[in-house]
C-alpha cells in the first residue's frame, strides 16, 4: 500500500497534471468573465442599437436574393 501513495503522490507532483488543474480553473474564472461581459454589456448595446425587446432582434433584416425582400 506504501508503494501506490507513494507512486500517487509522485505522479501529482510531476507537474503535469499541476498545470492542468491550473488551466482548469483559469477557465472557469475565464468562463465567468465572459459569460458576464456578454450579458451585461454586449446584449445591452444590441438591444439599445437594434430596439429589441430582448425576444428578438427588430430592426435586422438580411435580404435574400428571390424573396420579396431580396429584390
Known amino acids: 500500500m506504501k508503494g ?3 507512486e500517487f503522490k509522485e505522479f501529482i507532483n510531476r507537474g503535469n497534471v499541476i498545470d492542468m488543474a ?3 480553473i483559469i477557465g ?3 468562463t465567468a468573465i465572459v459569460t458576464s461581459l456578454t450579458e451585461d454589456i454586449i ?3 444590441i438591444k ?6 430582448g425576444t428578438d432582434v427588430a430592426g435586422l ?11
Open 4 to 6: 501506490l501513495l507513494a
Open 22 to 24: 491550473v488551466g482548469i
Open 28 to 30: 472557469a474564472a475565464f
Open 43 to 45: 446584449n445591452p448595446l
Open 48 to 53: 439599445l442599437i437594434t430596439g429589441g425587446n
Open 61 to 71: 433584416t438580411i435580404p435574400v436574393a428571390g424573396t420579396a425582400n431580396g429584390g
